[in-house]
């Protein structure tokens, strides 16, 4: 066991304050990281202040880390003291599942550990997150950053980029398909990276004339202002893809009019029931999909690393002191951050 | 122009009765065909009835016909006289856009016409279906039947069978899968055949314990009672496909969680918005997928068609003298046919 400090929610309205605790004493096929950075992702408020039920206090959130080795167990292979690497949001699953041997860890059939609010499948404990000092995870969960990324912009990779490159990829998008992003946070600019550097003519879709000239300098080839039934009317049944990062109900349908026959609608920001509901004749007619997904497994999360990488694709980030978190929390609900803060965790130290 | 006999609605509210019409004479590209059987579709009643508003009167339903050449116009190589031969949903669209270049006529940009309540793209007139004696269509929206298959049998293919053949082949249907089949009607007893001889293991869902032993008579290897919480949660996480045929408003939510992940639960009968609404979790958590899909385009509704003769598929149908389609109606709306009508078409001779 280990000391270790780090920013944690006490209760669902307490806000964030320092928490001592250990880590576990590294297993055979562990690796121990001492964290640089840690983006902050929306779900981290979610979990905080249990939105979505299930929060086990306190809860130290945090699932976009950055760090370098410190320490590896026997039976590691892939790591070594000094590597420059990365945790998302989960820390185990079972294995051995058909999910798990597809490299699908995601949609484990036995459930994954999720980096923080999960719970250890070996000890029992509740896993702490990366707003802390330090985290030990099973090496299998450990990503390599490559030398080319930036580390502290790499880290909303980890969440915000896998979840948004993971579907793209998936459904495959590709050189010439004409991909609309709705909404266009944290995971909606980085959707638009990466449609752009997959060859895709891009679009966002944003409710505001005031957010035009933002997309643009995003690199998005076009804007389409969503409450203008005109302009939502000249790309009716255009669309081979719509990535909708939106996360709040919201009608789909007025989107799904904007694709083209066979086009997908691909959900990774909305976790509520679709109301107002969905016309199925908006599927049906023509052959139209819905879909969902959920971050990546780790093999295609160190794809996306790689891709980044290899593209030049960084997270626009801004740099966040731990002790300002409370702050940062009141701002995102705001949507005031472009497009994703990231703790700096040298000001931990000084906590 | 030629005389025609057939049945038709003369209103929303009125039974279908005898009425003399002419057919258009015959264009350079078309063929006429004497009508030797009709299925009758539930897309009948609803064009007759108005229940989806739109319904020009006189309505001559009809769309899954069968029938012989009787005359060809000059520019016509595909058919003789002679040629046993079939009509299904479409009989014209723009032939020209991508769509239709992709032979996805039932998808095409700028419409499709209808066999029945369409309008001519030439002419402008209304289109009259197949209850009647004779019927004139461009050669591109006529089918042969292959020599193998009973005529009267085959007539649904044209519609019930496409339907569910179309969306099982797209999406990807392969030997060893689990698919299930819900509702157990014209479309849903052709979906088990179909998913059976491509390789699947078939489910049938029903929400009565009565219809056990029907469902495993039409090849179905489980059945599951899906009112059953039970048996719902024995089979949760377990479906690749499912081939949702049901017509009315219902809860999918229950079924999504039947699919594993990546599963796709595919919707051909419900043209309806999806109330209750679908939660996105039941998506997102698993990658799943909610698709629609409309009939079929003509390459692939002959593809059905040779499939059914290299299988041996036929559909079950139960024969109607035209004079009968009222009653045939009242039944259908009370679930009572198994599974199929087919006008047997020497009836309006006598009528």
Redesign the interface.
């Known amino acids: 066991m280990a000391q270790a400090k780090g920013f944690a929610a006490q209760s669902a309205t307490s806000p964030l304050a320092p928490f001592n605790f250990e880590r576990r004493a590294l297993r055979a096929d562990d690796v121990a990281i001492e964290i640089d950075y840690c983006g902050v992702c929306h779900s981290d408020i979610h979990t905080a202040e249990n939105d979505w039920g299930g929060s086990v206090y306190p809860v130290v959130p945090g699932h976009e880390i950055i760090g370098h080795v410190t320490a590896v167990g026997s039976d590691v292979s892939r790591f070594k003291v000094g590597d420059i690497v990365g945790v998302g949001c989960l820390v185990d699953s079972c294995k051995h599942c058909s ?1 798990c041997d597809d490299g ?1 860890e995601q ?1 484990c ?1 036995n459930g994954f550990v999720g980096t923080y609010n999960g719970q250890d499948k070996i000890d029992g404990t509740i896993t702490y997150g990366g707003y802390s000092d330090s985290i030990v995870v099973h090496e299998r969960f450990v990503l390599s950053i490559p030398e080319a990324l930036d580390p502290a912009s790499a880290a909303p990779i980890l969440c915000a980029g896998i979840t948004t490159y993971s ?1 793209l990829k ?1 459904f495959g998008v590709k050189a010439g398909d004409k991909v609309g992003v709705l909404g266009m946070g944290g995971l909606g600019h980085m959707g638009v990276k990466f449609a752009k550097a997959m060859g895709a003519e891009v679009t966002i879709f944003t409710r505001s004339e005031s957010k035009v000239a933002e997309a643009k300098k995003q690199g998005a080839d076009h804007v389409v202002i969503s409450t203008d039934p005109e302009q939502m009317a000249a790309v009716a ?1 255009t669309f081979n893809y719509l990535l909708d990062t939106i996360p709040v109900q919201h009608d789909l349908n007025p989107y799904l009019n904007c694709l083209k ?2 086009g997908v609608h691909i ?2 920001g ?25 971050i990546g497994g780790l093999p295609e999360t160190q794809e996306v690393l790689d891709f980044c990488a290899e593209h030049g694709i960084t997270c626009d980030v801004e740099m966040l002191a731990m002790q300002d978190i409370n702050q940062a929390y009141e701002r995102m609900k705001k949507g005031d951050v472009k497009y994703r803060f990231v703790i700096d965790m040298a000001s931990l130290k000084n906590a």
């Open positions: 999910a699908l949609y059939l579907p998936h049944g026959y066979d959900l990774v909305l976790i509520e029931p679709m109301d107002p509901p969905v016309h199925a004749a908006n599927l049906v007619l023509k052959r139209r999909v819905i879909a969902g997904s959920l």
